[in-house]
């Protein structure tokens, strides 16, 4: 019996590449701190939990396939007081997550054979998804020397052929924590208008700003309305990453269709998760910078002590909460291994997401790696320590 080709270029993630190994360390006794992935540990905002509970209903019921209507409503809100852009209703389609929602974006835009321009390091995500659709993810090598700034505009221009379909960016960005000036977005925009493409930006990370800077979502830019799709979520905004809610917002009335059909298919978003989403969208904005602030601090004290670290490139994202950076090591999916399997420090050790499994072009991520600031201050502080003895020791090791 055979699988369906698709599934062959269908990759392992490279965030829990390395779990077998973590799970022998913790059984063997180490402790272990989780750098490896975005799961935020602050807490669910309480009164949200609470609405949900107070609003369990007695069957938990299909809901309507674009999702509940109310909480539709309510994202309207949000995007007209919080992102600035009055849509109608039918811009508005809830997800099982962001994850959903960029599998029927890529469902709807793209043919087998199609291309879409990604910078990289990218989301890993995006190349799995557009596997699955038989489509090519051509990435644009952003570097880290530029503070992995979007590529030229002319290096995207060259990549454009007839099989292109879409531009996608990630804004701020996961992983490098870039966030894109008003400029660049500009240059894109122009870009798309001139080629006639689909930009596709995912905001997951939307409210996540530091220095006082703010997001500029592509929804603004009017010119490109009719060919602009916005992927979002409530999993990061809100740190509910397990009420699997997510959105496709679009003004362009046939995507939307499309897509509708597709959800139509799949019945419907899961009713407890919009609940609890009807819930979180009570709440006041204060309640989301709270949390940005948080992650503020803990990016402040991860990007100062790895600046302290002898042979670490590191740039200072503005955005999201990752970062990559690059150890003076020859691999980095074998260090991040061997900080698992050989390695502690009083008994503790630190966890990556080795940053080859971002890129298409792996040989520009060999020896980076993605650092999530999802745990607490003092926290990372004590795990950039720990990552400055493992690189002495591990310096100390080679031949
Ligand atoms: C950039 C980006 N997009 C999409 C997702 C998926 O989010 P969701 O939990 O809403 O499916 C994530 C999750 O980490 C992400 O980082």
Redesign the pocket.
């Known amino acids: 019996m055979r699988l369906s080709s698709k599934v062959d270029k269908l990759p392992y993630s490279p965030i829990r590449k390395l779990v077998p190994f973590a799970e022998q360390a913790e059984k063997a006794g180490k402790k272990i701190y989780y750098l490896n992935i ?1 799961q935020p540990d602050l807490p669910t905002p309480q009164e949200a939990i609470q609405f949900l509970k107070d609003n369990i209903p007695e069957v938990i019921a299909y809901s309507h396939s674009a999702g509940m209507e109310e909480l539709r409503r309510k994202f309207q809100g949000y995007y007209a007081s919080q992102v600035g852009v009055d849509l109608p209703l039918s811009s508005f389609l809830v997800t ?7 599998i029927f974006t890529f469902s709807v835009l793209l043919n087998s054979g199609d291309e879409v321009i990604i910078p990289e390091p990218m ?1 890993a ?1 995006y190349i799995g998804f557009a596997s699955v659709v038989d489509a090519t993810v051509k990435p644009i090598t952003s570097k880290i020397e530029e503070g992995f700034a979007l590529p030229p505009i002319n290096e995207f221009e060259k990549l454009i052929t007839p099989r292109t379909k879409a531009i996608m960016i ?1 804004n701020p960005n ?1 992983p490098t924590g870039y966030l894109y000036s008003y400029d660049e977005l500009r240059q894109l925009a122009e870009l798309i208008k001139k080629h006639d493409l689909w930009l596709i930006v ?1 905001e ?2 939307r409210e996540f700003t530091f220095d006082g800077k703010k997001h500029i979502s592509i929804l603004t830019f009017e010119d490109l309305r009719d060919r602009t799709i916005v ?1 979002d ?4 905004r809100y740190s509910a ?1 397990g009420a ?3 959105l496709v917002v679009s003004a362009n009335e046939q995507f939307m269709d499309a897509v509708l059909r597709m959800a139509q298919a799949r019945l419907s978003p899961p009713t407890l998760g919009q609940i609890l989403s009807l819930g979180l969208l009570r709440l006041s904005m204060e309640v989301v910078m709270n949390m940005v602030k948080e992650y503020e601090k803990r990016r402040d004290v991860t990007i100062e002590a790895l600046k302290q670290i002898e042979g670490v490139i590191v740039p200072k994202p503005s955005g ?1 909460f990752y970062t990559v950076a690059e150890l003076p090591v020859d691999d980095a999916e074998k260090f991040s291994k061997w900080l698992l399997t050989d390695f502690d420090y009083e008994g503790e050790t630190i966890m990556f997401a080795p940053a080859a499994g971002f890129y298409i072009n792996k040989e520009f991520g060999k020896k980076q790696v993605r650092i999530a600031f999802v745990l607490e201050a003092d926290k990372m502080e004590r795990a950039m320590r720990i990552l400055k003895e493992a690189l002495e020791q591990y310096k100390s090791m080679q031949p």
């Open positions: 975005g099982t997550g962001a994850s959903e929602a960029l989301y995500n990630c996961n995912d997951v990370y992927i979520s409530v999993s990061k990453c699997r809610i997510g999201a």
